[in-house]
């Protein structure tokens, strides 16, 4: 297969070739955004580091998991004309490897993760062991993920290189203020209980522990044996709050809370987000949540 070429109709040929499990290409073209991203914190990221100089689109819509999110001709048609790729990596985008490879869109990809050290390896009961992805809950990976962004914002902007890099040092002392806040919450030594297993790096960062129902997708189901560890350790651990997300069944987290007498609240890791929030008002609101539910 050619690797280069320069019109269109040839390459939305190869992203109907080149992508598996589609069924159809139309020839309609939606809109391109100059720089394209994954998911919401990345989203968020990138509109901060432009401010408004340079459009931004998610792959992910508002609303929608990432964790098991399918790529369709639709998405890979608005990548097209793109001039930057971000995916957040670690097996956060099951299409990762589609578009990586992709003749058009590998050569303008980025993946954070790649330029990252400090990472949480997660050794599961099952066995094996694998990188925790939630990458973006960590605000000083946060803040050197914007780096990596920021760095490759400017090739393609360079007229605009002291406005970005200018936005950013904004964006990194938001990040800064925000470690600030959380770590005078007094979260240290706390054991939180959560539905979805992405709390690792915020509480690396605060002191806090997670007890964790789901895995690493929130649409991974306990066994019978794990559900039942987990009933003893909130019991053990005098936990009165079980925290889900938005996007899941809680179906699992409500029961929990039955039979443990707890509460149940939204934690948010921030893999989406709704209309009027943000990457910060999420965050803090995360934080206040932690800081009101007890555990001994
Ligand atoms: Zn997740």
Redesign the pocket.
Known sequence: MQTSHSKKPFFLALACLSLAGLVSCNSSSAASSDIVVSFYPLEFLASRIVGGKLSVSSIVPPGSE??DFELKTSDVMKLYDTKAVFLNGLG?EPFESSVKTHPNLGPKTTVLADSLDNLITVIPSTGGSYVD??IWLDTDIYATMGKAMLDKIVTISPENRALFESNYASLVADLSALKSYGQGLGLSGKTIAVS???FRYMGREFGFEELFING???NDEPSASALQSLLDAIEEKGIDTIFFEELENQDIATYIATQTGAKVEVLS?L?TITEGENYFSVYRRNLDKIAEAKSK
């Open positions: 990432p964790h956060m992805p939630h979805h297993d992405a690493f997708s929130p890791p893999e």
